[in-house]
């Protein structure tokens, strides 16, 4: 085999076994407003971070923050289901990732409101914004903080 073959394949077989490590592969379930922009942007975040995202658009995001256990006062503009853990709003891919790993007793994560900064609403400021664990009981506490950039 010569040189320039044997480093291609070596090359290529890296990148690949790079991408399956990262790959997640795990199914989101997005519920969103048809017209909101920066759920799409969240969506592709997760695909980024090799989640498998499909989007549904409803007419109303509430039914499913109520369907899935989402307190009112952590409430976003999108929620998602994966592996039975909700996620409402802009949680980063990280976090996500995290909690299946470390798969708490919980209801699941959210970020409330729309805070820039975060996955999907990036801009040319950011704001300081946390990311809460809830349980069914709707109580919560702080999962992981993001401080102003």
Same mark, same amino acid.
């Given at each position: !085999?010569?040189? $320039?073959?044997?480093?291609?394949?070596?090359?290529?077989?890296?990148?690949?076994?790079?991408?399956?490590?990262?790959?997640?592969?795990?199914?989101?379930?997005? =519920?969103?407003?048809?017209?909101?922009?920066?759920?799409?942007?969240?969506?592709?975040?997760? $695909?980024?971070?090799?989640?498998? #995202?499909? *989007?549904?658009?409803?007419?109303?995001?509430?039914? =499913?923050r109520r369907k899935f256990g989402v307190p009112d006062a952590l409430a976003s503009c999108h929620?998602?289901?994966?592996?039975? =853990?909700?996620?409402?709003?802009? #949680? +980063?891919?990280?976090?996500?990732?995290?909690?299946?790993?470390?798969?708490?007793?919980?209801?699941?994560?959210?970020?409330?409101? !729309? +805070? *820039?900064?975060? +996955?999907? !609403?990036?801009?040319? $400021?950011?704001?300081?914004?946390? #990311? !809460? *664990?809830?349980?069914?009981?709707?109580?919560?506490?702080?999962?992981?903080? =993001? +401080? $102003?950039?």
């Amino acid at each position: !085999m010569k040189r $320039r073959t044997f480093l291609g394949i070596t090359i290529a077989a890296s990148l690949l076994s790079t991408k399956t490590a990262t790959a997640t592969g795990t199914v989101v379930e997005v =519920y969103k407003d048809p017209t909101c922009g920066c759920c799409g942007k969240w969506a592709e975040h997760l $695909r980024n971070n090799g989640f498998d #995202v499909h *989007i549904q658009e409803v007419p109303s995001t509430a039914d =499913y923050r109520r369907k899935f256990g989402v307190p009112d006062a952590l409430a976003s503009c999108h929620t998602a289901i994966v592996d039975g =853990y909700a996620i409402e709003g802009h #949680v +980063p891919a990280a976090d996500i990732q995290r909690l299946l790993k470390e798969h708490p007793k919980a209801r699941g994560l959210a970020v409330p409101g !729309m +805070p *820039i900064g975060s +996955p999907g !609403m990036e801009g040319a $400021r950011t704001e300081a914004y946390s #990311v !809460m *664990i809830f349980a069914a009981d709707g109580g919560s506490s702080l999962y992981q903080s =993001y +401080p $102003r950039r």
